[in-house]
């Protein structure tokens, strides 16, 4: 049974971080490109960053140079390190593969407000 938990959302203020998790079961992790989605209020759920197994990353050119991708294979697990967070950053985060679509997980919501 494929699950993906993500973890580590809060409510910060401008300039802040935060550091997001997606556990993963269920796959064989290490095979699998994997992104971080968000999805802000009002709006279509979008993807602000990939990374591939070869840890090869990329990044929506509205977080790029202030959120990081990363993964970790032996725990099965993907972060997103966010810093400099704005308030449009706010929404949930989700975490999904980039070539092959699991079942989403609940999310993780992050609120960037002073």
């Known amino acids: 049974q494929v699950q993906l938990v993500e973890s580590g959302g809060g409510l910060v203020q401008p300039g802040g971080s935060l550091r997001l998790s997606c556990a993963t079961s269920g796959i064989i992790f290490s095979i699998y490109a994997m992104g971080w989605y968000r999805q802000a209020p009002g709006k279509q759920r979008e993807l602000v960053a990939g990374?591939?197994?070869?840890?090869?990353?990329n990044y929506a050119d509205s977080v790029k140079g202030r959120f990081t991708i990363s993964r970790d294979n032996a725990k099965h697990t993907v972060y997103l390190q966010m810093n400099s967070l704005k308030p449009e950053d706010t929404g949930v985060y989700y975490c999904?593969?980039?070539?092959?679509?699991?079942?989403w997980g609940q999310g993780t919501q992050v609120t960037v407000s002073s």
């Open positions: 999904n593969g980039l070539t092959k679509g699991f079942l």
């Open positions: 990374i591939t197994s070869g840890s090869m990353t």
